[in-house]
């Protein structure tokens, strides 16, 4: 298992694989099951991630990941040299446990994370291990319908996109699920170019080329937008919307206030800034800043005076380079 990786994107949603040296089992009894996820909550913990979905099969795993501060490299190495020492001894072998390197995939979050949470979830049953989801033990599916602990899974950021309810969000998130049970494996969701990145044209462009300059430069990680400036978003924000810095990093939730700080994570997460970015400059926690960008997209749709803030914001903050 090599510890370099490519150039990454801080931020950024990685759909992360990997399989058993010459397809092996990697799990041979519940307790190896549980011992992985330990360690990949010790893991959570030491170096923050976010963990979308999971499913843990007996040669393989899949994981769905938004990047903070540290690297995927970083944690996977951690993570996959714990476990396999710990599987060595335990089963008394000698070896590699794992392919080389594990397979990170690039997803153009706001296209790809639902329907990657559904096709993770939907691995046990793809493998015949299981006629339904709800009955394998090893992945998040049951989490998000509530039928377990969420533990080290993040469902409230995807829970939003089925229902502000959590109880409507579960049977409309189950009943989405369910719809693609008769699928099979998707090849659209692991594309063999060497950027490995998943989502629309320009955003394959975009990031393709992005990576290519990082790479060219011989740095290990990307920032999502290299361009992005906290304060200068910050100062746009207050011009366009009329309030104090104070007002708009501070507590307060007056109804000018809350529409500035949903408009200025909305646009921040556009031009690239990561959950934690946001939640420092806006004095937010990070799932706070998911559930404010999800409100401002769904008022966006309905409030022409918030979509004309917005577009006067991204264009002070273009004038202001």
Known sequence: MARKCRAEVEGGLYHV???????????SAPSDYDKFLTLLARQKDRLPFFLYAYALMPNHFHLLIERQADSIGEIMH?????????YNRRHSRVGHLFRERYKPILCQSDR??????R?????????????????????????????????????????R??????????????????????????????????????????????TIHRLGEIKGKGQRTAKMNVEFNGDRLTESVTQICDISRSELCGSGKSAATVTAKELLVMIGREMGASLKTLADISGLSPSAVSRRNDAAKLKLRENGEMSKLAVAIRQAYRQRK
Do not use: C
């Not at 790809?112 to 949470?117: D, F, G, K, R, W």
């Open 17 to 27: 694989m990997s399989r058993g040296n010459n397809r092996r089992r990697i799990f």
């Open 78 to 86: 951690r993570l996959l040299t714990g476990y396999s020492n710990y």
């Open 112 to 117: 790809y994370l639902t329907e990657l949470v």
């Open 119 to 159: 096709y993770i979830h939907l691995n046990p049953v793809r493998a015949g291990l299981v006629a339904m989801p709800e009955q394998y033990q090893y992945s998040g599916h049951r989490a998000y319908l509530g039928l377990a602990p969420a533990g080290i899974l993040d469902v409230d950021p995807v829970l």
């Open 161 to 206: 996109h089925f229902g502000a309810k959590k109880a409507l969000a579960r049977a409309a998130y189950r009943q989405v699920v369910l719809a693609a049970v008769a699928h099979g494996h998707q090849n659209d969701f692991y594309p063999a170019d060497e950027a490995r990145v998943l989502g629309t044209q320009e955003f394959v462009d975009a």
